[in-house]
C-alpha cells in the first residue's frame, strides 16, 4: 500500500547539537520529496526538497539525502535551535493520472534540550 | 503576496451533521488539494480541485465533496459525520495540478480543528 513511513517517533537532541530524521518510502517510481516541518496550531511548511536524479541537496542548516536503492530519506539539521522543535514529515510526491498528491509519513517529532 | 487562508480555524460538531470547511488559496495559484491530518499522524489527501472541477481523489467515502470556485478559492463539505471525522483539515494551494512540485510547490495553511461530538 501507500507509506512513507519513518523510523523514530520521537528525537531528543542537545541545543547545538545535530539532528538526523529518517524516512523509508515505499515506491520506487517516485521523482519528489519534500521535508516538512510542523508546529503546533501549524500547517506544514516547507524546508527542503529533493528530486531522485539527485542524492544530496543541502540548504540553510539543513541537508536532505537521499538513497533510491534502499529507499530511504534523510533530513539533517546542523546546530539545532530551540525554534527547530516541531514534528518533522517527509513526504512524496506521487503522480496520479492527472495531477500529483502527498503521500505523508506518520512524523518525527523533534525535542530541543536547551 | 498572501498565503493560505482556512476557515474557521475551529469547529465543533455533532454526530450526523454536516459542515463546510473553506480555503483562500495563495495569490497566483490555481489549485487547491485538502487534507485530513488525525492526531498523531501525518495528512491524508482527501482530494483535490484544479479548473473549478475535482482532479484526483483519495481513499475517502463520497460525503467529503467540494468545490472551488472561479477565484480559486475552495470548499469541503463533509456530509453525515462520524467521531472519526475528528481531525485538523488542511488546505494546500499549488501553482498547477500538473506540476510536480518544485521549491515550495505546495502552501499549506493553519487548518480547521473539526471536532465531532
Known amino acids: 500500500g501507500e507509506s512513507v513511513g519513518l523510523h523514530l517517533p520521537t528525537l531528543s537532541v542537545q541545543e547545538g547539537d545535530n539532528s538526523i530524521i529518517n524516512c523509508a518510502y515505499s515506491?520506487?517510481?517516485?521523482?519528489?520529496f519534500i521535508w516538512y516541518k510542523q508546529e503546533s496550531g501549524k500547517g506544514p511548511q516547507f524546508i527542503i526538497d529533493?528530486?531522485?536524479?539527485?542524492d544530496k541537496r543541502q540548504g540553510q542548516r539543513v541537508t536532505v539525502l537521499l538513497n533510491k536503492t534502499v529507499k530511504h530519506l534523510s533530513l539533517q539539521i546542523a546546530a539545532t535551535q530551540p525554534g527547530d522543535s516541531a514534528v518533522y514529515f517527509c513526504?512524496?510526491?506521487?503522480?496520479?493520472?492527472?495531477?500529483?498528491?502527498?503521500?505523508f509519513g506518520s512524523g518525527t517529532r523533534l525535542l530541543v534540550r536547551p | 503576496e498572501t498565503g493560505v487562508t482556512q476557515s474557521p480555524t475551529h469547529l465543533i460538531k455533532t454526530r450526523g451533521q454536516q459542515v463546510t470547511l473553506r480555503c483562500s488559496s495563495q495569490?497566483?495559484?490555481?489549485?487547491v488539494s485538502w487534507y485530513q491530518q488525525a492526531l498523531g499522524q501525518g495528512p491524508q489527501f482527501i482530494f483535490q480541485?484544479?479548473?473549478?472541477?475535482?482532479?484526483g481523489r483519495g481513499n475517502f467515502p463520497p460525503r467529503f465533496s467540494g468545490l472551488q470556485f472561479p477565484n480559486y478559492s475552495s470548499e469541503l463539505n463533509v456530509n453525515a459525520l462520524e467521531l472519526d471525522d475528528s481531525a485538523l483539515y488542511l488546505c494546500?494551494?499549488?501553482?498547477?495540478?500538473?506540476?510536480?512540485?518544485?521549491?515550495?510547490?505546495?502552501?499549506f495553511g493553519s487548518g480547521t480543528r473539526l471536532t465531532v461530538v
Open positions: 494546500a494551494s499549488s501553482l498547477d495540478a500538473h506540476s510536480s512540485g518544485g521549491p515550495g510547490g505546495y502552501t
Open positions: 515506491n520506487s517510481a517516485s521523482d519528489y
Open positions: 529533493i528530486r531522485s536524479n539527485m
Open positions: 513526504a512524496e510526491n506521487r503522480g496520479m493520472d492527472s495531477s500529483y498528491k502527498l503521500i
Open positions: 495569490s497566483g495559484h490555481n489549485t
Open positions: 480541485y484544479y479548473r473549478e472541477e475535482e482532479n
